[in-house]
């Protein structure tokens, strides 16, 4: 099995900036180098959208028009982490953030049906 550990969520203003890690373990870590990573998010009531994705050695990167030039997604491939920092953040960028892990396909990168591991998620709020 595959685990995938996100932290780093929390309370902040509107204007400030929260970097989210996710962790790999289990059987197969070793192989989270040749996998597209990507974040998601879901606020209340509302569907899991696409945040962001890269790609297995941080070549190309993604992201939903709402967060560019606010949010970056990056990877440390020897520590079998990604992160997405987050700057600039509104109150609508509130939500339960999920990262999650694809071992290899073509269906889009935007697409929540790409992904076959998925985090248990954390908390990020923003008050105004």
């Known amino acids: 099995q595959v685990q995938l550990v996100e932290s780093g969520g929390g309370l902040v203003q509107a204007g400030g900036s929260l970097r989210l890690s996710c962790a790999a373990s289990?059987?197969?870590?070793?192989?989270?180098?040749?996998?597209?990573m990507g974040w998601f998010r879901q606020a209340p009531g509302k569907e899991r959208e696409f945040v962001a994705a890269?790609?297995?050695?941080?070549?190309?990167?993604y992201y939903v028009d709402s967060v560019k030039g606010r949010f970056t997604i990056s990877r440390d491939n020897a520590k079998n982490t990604v992160y997405l920092q987050m700057n600039s953040l509104k109150p609508e960028d509130t939500a339960v953030y999920y990262c999650?892990?694809?071992?290899?396909?073509?269906?889009?990168?935007?697409?929540?049906?790409?992904?076959?591991?998925w985090g248990q998620g954390t908390q990020v709020t923003v008050s105004s």
């Open positions: 999650a892990a694809d071992r290899g396909s073509s269906r889009s990168y935007y697409s929540p049906t790409r992904y076959d591991y």
């Open positions: 289990g059987r197969t870590f070793t192989r989270f180098s040749t996998w597209t």
């Open positions: 890269i790609t297995w050695n941080g070549g190309s990167t």
